[in-house]
T-cell receptor, first 115, second 111 residues
Framework: GAGVSQSPSNKVTEKGKDVELRCDPI?????LYWYRQRLGQGLEFLIY????????KSGLPSDRFSAERTGESVSTLTIQRTQQEDSAVYLC?????????????FGSGTQLSVL | QKEVEQDPGPLSVPEGAIVSLNCTYS??????FMWYRQYSRKGPELLMY????GNKEDGRFTAQVDKSSKYISLFIRDSQPSDSATYLC???????????FGTGTLLAVQP
């Protein structure tokens, strides 16, 4: 596709349920990032993947959060036992590489609402 | 103290005004500075990209970086209602590959 694709665009779940969010990066982009954006706040880094290297998980807020990536393709972000404070927009981005000067291209995000 | 500080606004200006958006930062290792624009219910899109200090101009947009003051700015000339969006500064460099974002400034350009 032409851009980063995320699904679902909206997800409403009950507290305690698990959710899985999907990201399809731009073809050929080796780096993939997940960010969280709470209402009225900036983007909070969660995790990034670069090729076959071990992912940088330093931004994951708790062990309820995990992410996987299949090669240089699709990534899924899983949140277990969701809490109300997990409500946010989850944004995925990809870039050609993971150097400090790389430009990120973002998807439209998944709006997660935990009731 | 946050690594990147940005006034969240909202900022409301009349059409045609010059808009000034700013961020300050604390990490002197940052070398790459970006401005992203985010429309409602959309992901951020890269607007301006600057390496190290100096100015960069692209149409009605000018980005400035002052590393000595750890201060970056985005100027929008002849602002249009279509410029109404949230503007996020972002930066990286040093030991981290991660982009660190400001909170974003919500801009409304009134027709």
């Amino acid at each position: 596709g032409a851009g980063v694709s995320q699904s679902p665009s909206n997800k409403v779940t009950e507290k305690g349920k698990d959710v899985e969010l999907r990201c399809d990066p731009i073809s050929g982009h080796t780096a993939l990032y997940w960010y969280r954006q709470r209402l009225g706040q900036g983007l909070e880094f969660l995790i990034y993947f670069q090729g076959n290297s071990a992912p940088d998980k330093s931004g994951l807020p708790s062990d309820r959060f995990s992410a996987e990536r299949t090669g240089e393709s699709v990534s899924t972000l899983t949140i277990q036992r969701t809490q109300q404070e997990d409500s946010a927009v989850y944004l995925c981005a990809s870039s050609l590489d993971a150097g400090t000067d790389e430009k990120l291209f973002f998807g439209s995000g998944t709006q997660l609402s935990v009731l | 103290q946050k690594e990147v500080e940005q006034d969240p606004g909202p900022l409301s200006v009349p059409e045609g005004a010059i808009v000034s958006l700013n961020c300050t930062y604390s990490n002197s290792a940052f070398q790459y500075f970006m401005w992203y624009r985010q429309y409602s219910r959309k992901g951020p899109e890269l607007l301006m990209y600057t390496y190290s200090s100096g100015n960069k101009e692209d149409g009605r947009f000018t980005a400035q970086v002052d590393k000595s003051s750890k201060y970056i700015s985005l100027f929008i000339r002849d602002s249009q209602p279509s410029d109404s969006a949230t503007y996020l500064c972002a930066m990286s460099g040093g030991a981290t590959n991660k982009l660190i974002f400001g909170t974003g400034t919500l801009l409304a350009v009134q027709p």
